[in-house]
């Protein structure tokens, strides 16, 4: 690469850079999306470590349930 091309591609990256860079990932409404806070939790069931089939209803405990819906973590 000669010296010109090389110039040429220093000033893009410091130009284009900052630019790509600076764009900002699509806002999400986060508080449109799940169940709302206090609303009843839906039925559903999943499989536990033991392969046996649990509910909401089965894993309760004598005190109740406490559940928390967590979306995602940005790994």
């Known amino acids: 690469m000669n010296r010109a091309s090389l110039l040429a591609l ?3 990256c410091v130009i284009g850079g900052p630019a790509v860079l600076g764009q900002s990932a699509l806002k999400v ?3 449109q999306i799940g ?3 206090g ?3 839906p039925v559903f069931s999943g499989t536990d ?3 046996v089939t649990q509910s909401l209803k089965s894993a309760a405990g ?3 349930t406490m559940l928390v ?3 995602s973590a940005d790994w």
């Open 10 to 12: 220093c000033v893009i």
């Open 29 to 31: 409404d986060v508080s």
């Open 35 to 37: 169940p709302k806070v």
């Open 39 to 41: 609303a009843v939790a």
């Open 49 to 51: 470590q033991h392969g």
């Open 62 to 64: 004598p005190k109740g």
């Open 69 to 71: 819906f967590f979306r």
